[in-house]
């Protein structure tokens, strides 16, 4: 302080003592001097003492002293010096950051440096003089054109972010800097550009273009790599800030082959401590990880990088790092959750996270020994969640894996697989725990397995589970319906059991079946429903309730006589109402819990008791809920199923379909059988004319043989006639003998003549015949179609007849027994 | 996968021209009819051979709207080529190429390879600029020029590999800094140090599937 005095007096010259000028006053005066003085000397000075008095009186300095400040940027730019101090005087005006000299000044509020920003880039000019200077090569220039512009941008990011945009290569003039030979420019540098690169997408690609990728990993090696300090931090947070949320830098990462050099970033060094600043660069690292593969990413992109992630040995490197002893708890929790994504719906990656072994006696699956930590009470929240996200990642499509999994709990394996712990058989310890998080978790880890796999479901239906008083085994599904019936069990652990009996009766009737035959559920399900708590969660449990039971409805294959899909929803229309039923379905869907899991993949909550629904739960739910709503609403008050509506849309229209098709055929083989018949009458009409022809033809032929037979006596006589010399008579007998020529050669004549049109007449028949032959393949071939759908129309009319039996058996409905 | 080059390209033109659709057939030999407008810019990568050598090229296809100008500015720089794209069935089009020159001449660094590219070829029912009117622009500029249809892939494959040869020779002769990254040239684990001073080494030989020009 006393430094400063002398500052100011040097400055002001000495003031009559006692009479000490405000600090307003004295900051005019100031100002007062750096307008007005000629030389340069003294604008440095005063400038100087602006600079000193900046962190104590920031208001005052900040009302009065921009305009002079700005004028000095603007002439002085030849001298380093005075333009350092106006920088520096600028900086701490405008930065958020709260000084020690000013602590005990109520005038300044907190965002005293966000309103002081706000005044100084009203006027865009003073930004692009900022930037002008970042051009200076002088150390103590550059260097404050850096801090000031970073306090700018730390508190009015968008704007900034907007104006370095426009001015002219803004943006690689900076990156430029972080090529600065000087450590603590570069090192400035790279906090202005986190600060920058904050939800720009426009300005992270360009950065990225500018080499930014290649630039960063050199520093991180020449640091250190994750055991240096906490520069190497600041470019994990940069790298991390160009990648998220921006699949274009993520396409070029992994098209310039950088997930090469993140890979060697996780090899630990074997007796390095985990120092507070290593915990945070590896958990910086990790997250970069995660934006490479995060589930919101495009799938193709995710799945590329997933790939490199492999062949670049990233996936176990991170596998190792989870299996090591002594790696701090948040750091294993953010490697769990790496690791499952980093597999997530990739198969070879899944594979090769199954095939990890932990290096415990003896030696387990990784898997296996994630999941103990899942089921223990003891662990963290965080961790336990990650676990439980890692394995549904490992499933998620992977059919393979989720078979394996419900294998281990069939009973042929049971004998073999008893010597080690199994997947499955964790999952049931955890199921039947005591811990309300472990009986989530476990349901909703077996959920997982059974997600679109309906022959594993049928599987799942055949575990049986020993009872400890050593009566009859019961089966896995009993075992649920009867916890989830149990007064003592927690609202965590039923929701967890509702959702695992959802997913495991949808689209799979045996199951439905199997949960139709165990004792009390239904009722417990309608006790549920007629329930009349006002807790939101027991809101939702009521609507998960009805979901189960909708489910119970919809897969419903009527092969319990007694509990058939009309059954239940006569139970639903008595006991609870329809709109009733509807109302608490949609509790589910308006629940907090569930548009926040629906949001991601991932678990995130605050504490263990906001852990209520699962993302492959809501998923279905989504799919199913308007269906149920539509079927249980689509049975009238006496139980009668209004077909069409309950049909879905898809159903109903396939069903028009067929019914169009099946017109369209009947026309079809009417207009063929009428063809055909008309065909058959002409042909036989043909016949006969045919017959008729031949008739006269084998007259005819009589008649020529006949004529021949007279024409040879004639000329038998006629020689005669000649020998006995009667020449009279031999003229006449020649006549004759013309006229019977003639007569023969006309029925000579006639004869060919027939003879060509019985020939045209015979092909003609055989034409007709084969025209017939043809018309009755296609009606044959028709006749089948027919057939085929009137066995279709034959089933929509025994489905309306069953409606007509109900409605005659509504007079007296069914005696449903409700216990 | 490792490569001997990696060249940076950047394509400009007016918005509408087909700069998505030239990149899209280029890197994944499929064409989108539908105009989906480019917000800032986007991303693409693909690997050719040169006489012999992988290259890897990393192609920023740039917004054409006037609004993005400021943006796509800060890639000349970096870029080692650039596709300049015009539209023969709209005249403005080609009428702006001076613009883009002049604008791409003044950011970028001096030895950037541009290549004029007459896009939409397969449209000679609707073309308004005539191949000799391309070709004699190009040759004011010292440009290569080219027509190519994103449509049918015609000539795409070419325009791109020849772009890449004309640095891939630039490099032979010692006219790039190739240890300057600021060229959008980097040199990859797998190039051998060439000797400029080697004539016969600036021939390109085949290029990956396209046919020499």
């Known amino acids: ?29 100031l100002v007062e001097r750096v307008y007005s003085s000629t030389l340069l000397e003294d604008r440095r000075d005063a400038c100087r003492a602006l600079k000193a008095l900046s ?47 000013e602590a005990d000044n109520p005038a300044v509020s907190v965002n005293v440096g966000e309103q002081f920003t706000e005044m100084f880039i009203k006027c865009p000019e003073h930004v692009s003089l900022i930037m002008g200077y970042l051009d200076e090569y002088d150390f103590r220039v550059r260097r404050a054109s850096i801090q000031l512009l970073t306090s ?182 953010e490697t769990i959750n790496a690791v499952a994504e980093v597999v997530r719906g990739e198969h070879e990656n899944q594979l090769a996270l199954s095939q990890v072994l932990a290096p415990s006696q003896p030696p387990r699956p990784a898997i296996v020994v994630l999941l103990m930590s899942m089921i223990n009470e003891k662990q963290l929240l965080g961790l336990r969640l990650a676990v439980l996200y890692c394995f549904a990642c490992y499933l998620y499509r992977n059919a393979d894996a989720q078979r394996q999994v419900v294998q281990t709990l069939l009973p042929s394996n049971a004998s073999e697989a008893s010597s080690a712990l199994s997947t499955g058989q964790l999952l049931c310890t955890g199921l039947f725990s005591s811990d309300a998080l472990a009986n989530w978790c476990s349901s909703v880890a077996l959920m997982h397995t059974l997600v679109e796999q309906v022959p594993l479901k049928e599987e799942l239906l055949r575990v049986l589970l020993a009872t400890a008083d050593g009566q009859r085994p019961i089966t896995l599904l009993a075992q ?16 967890g059991l509702l959702q695992l009996l959802s997913v495991w009766l949808a689209h799979c009737p045996g199951a439905v079946k199997a949960l139709l035959e165990t004792h009390g559920t239904m009722a417990y399900l309608t006790a549920q429903l007629c329930a009349n708590e006002h807790d939101e969660r027991e809101y939702l449990l009521q609507g998960m309730c009805a979901f189960l039971m909708g489910l119970c409805i919809q897969f419903n294959d009527n092969s319990l006589a007694t509990q058939r899909r009309e059954d239940i929803v006569q139970l639903v229309i008595k006991r609870i109402g329809q709109e009733t039923f509807c109302r608490k379905l949609q509790e589910v869907s ?100 045919l017959e008729q022809e031949q008739l006269l033809k084998s007259q005819l032929a009589d008649q020529h043989t006949l004529l021949k037979a007279q024409l040879g006596a004639t000329q038998s006589n006629g020689v005669d006639a000649t020998t006995a010399a009667a020449a009279a008579s031999s003229s006449a007998n020649d006549e004759q003998l013309n006229a019977a020529r003639f007569q023969a050669n006309m029925y000579f004549a006639e004869n060919i003549r027939l003879t060509k049109e019985l020939d045209t007449m015979r092909q003609q028949l055989q034409l007709e015949k084969q025209r017939a032959d043809d018309a009755q393949a296609s009606l044959t071939t028709l006749q089948k179609d027919q057939e085929d759908l009137l066995e279709l129309l034959a089933d929509q009319e025994a489905k309306l007849a069953k409606c007509e039996v109900a409605t005659t058996a509504g007079a007296a409905p069914p005696n449903i027994s409700s216990s | ?135 004699a622009f190009a040759r004011e500029h010292g440009l290569v020029f080219m027509e190519t249809s994103a449509r049918t892939a015609a000539n795409v494959e070419e325009a791109f590999i020849n772009t890449a040869k004309e640095i891939y020779e630039k490099i032979q002769e010692g006219v790039f800094d190739i240890n300057n990254e600021a060229n959008g040239i980097k040199i990859g684990q797998q190039a051998t140090p060439t000797n400029p001073a080697l004539p016969g080494a600036g021939g390109a030989g085949g290029a990956g599937n396209s046919g020499c020009c």
Not at chain 1, 6 to 28: C, D, H, R, Y
Not at chain 1, 487 to 494: E, H, P, T
Not at chain 2, 11 to 23: E, N, P, R
Not at chain 2, 100 to 108: C, G, I, K, N, V
């Open chain 1, 480 to 495: 649920c319906c009867k916890l989830l019936q149990q007064d003592q069990q927690r609202l965590q652990s039923k929701l």
């Open chain 2, 1 to 135: 996968m490792s490569y001997a080059y990696l060249f940076k390209y950047i394509i400009i033109g007016d918005t509408g021209v087909g700069k998505s659709c030239l990149l899209l057939q280029f890197t994944d030999k499929r064409f989108q009819p539908v105009h989906d407008l480019t917000i800032g810019v986007e991303f693409g990568a693909r690997m050719i051979t040169i006489d012999g050598k992988q290259i890897k090229l990393q192609i920023w296809d740039t917004a054409g709207q006037e609004a993005f100008r400021s943006i796509t500015r800060s890639y000349y720089r970096g870029a080692a080529g650039a596709l300049l794209v015009y539209d023969i069935t709209r005249r403005e089009t080609f009428n702006h190429l001076t613009t883009w020159l002049e604008d791409a001449r003044q950011h970028s660094n001096s030895n950037m390879v541009i290549m004029l590219i007459g896009n939409k070829s397969d449209l000679d029912s609707r073309r308004e600029v005539k191949k000799e009117e391309g070709e």
């Open chain 1, 590 to 689: 308006r629940h907090e819990a569930y548009s926040r899991a629906c949001k991601q993949a991932q678990l995130r909550v605050k504490g263990a008791a906001d852990l209520l629904l699962d993302f492959e739960y809501c998923k279905l739910y989504k799919g199913l809920e308007a269906l149920v709503a539509k079927l249980v609403s689509g049975f009238d008050v006496d139980g009668i199923e209004l077909t069409e509506l309950t049909l879905s849309s898809e159903a109903s229209a396939l069903v028009a379909q067929y019914k169009g098709i099946i017109r369209g055929l009947d026309t079809q083989i009417q207009t063929l059988q009428q063809h055909s018949q008309e065909l058959e009458q002409k042909s036989t009409s043909l016949q006969q004319q």
């Open chain 1, 55 to 101: 962190r104590k009186y920031r208001i005052e300095v900040g009302a009065q002293g921009m305009p002079p400040l700005v004028q000095v940027l603007q002439n002085d730019g030849q001298d380093a010096e005075i333009i350092s101090y106006a920088l520096d005087t600028l900086c701490n005006i405008v930065t958020s950051e709260e000084f020690d000299e």
């Open chain 1, 152 to 333: 700018l941008i730390a508190n009015k990011t968008r704007e900034l972010q907007e104006l370095v945009l426009v001015s002219p290569m803004g943006v690689s003039k900076l990156m430029d800097l972080l090529s600065d030979s000087r450590e603590v420019i570069r090192n400035d540098v790279l906090l202005l550009l986190v600060e920058l690169t904050k939800s720009n997408s426009n300005i992270q690609k360009i950065v990225a273009f500018e080499n930014a990728f290649d630039r960063l990993f050199d520093i991180v090696q020449e640091e250190g790599n994750s055991d240096g300090g906490i520069v190497v931090e600041d470019c994990l947070i940069l790298l991390l800030n160009l990648l998220k949320n921006n699949t274009s830098n993520t396409q070029f990462f992994k098209e310039g082959s950088y997930i090469n050099r993140l890979a060697p970033m996780f090899k630990l060094n074997e007796d390095a401590q985990w120092t507070p600043q290593k915990v945070s660069n590896l958990h910086c690292l990790l997250q970069v990880v995660r934006a490479l593969v995060t589930p919101s990413n495009p799938q193709q992109l995710v799945a590329a990088c997933q790939r490199a992630m492999h062949q670049t040995q990233l996936l176990q490197a991170l596998c190792e790092l989870l299996m090591s002893s002594g790696v701090p708890a948040d750091i294993l929790t």
């Open chain 1, 1 to 29: 302080m006393e430094f400063l005095k002398s500052g100011i007096k040097t400055v002001l010259g000495s003031t009559e003592p006692g009479q000490q000028p405000s600090a307003a006053e004295t900051v005019e005066k």
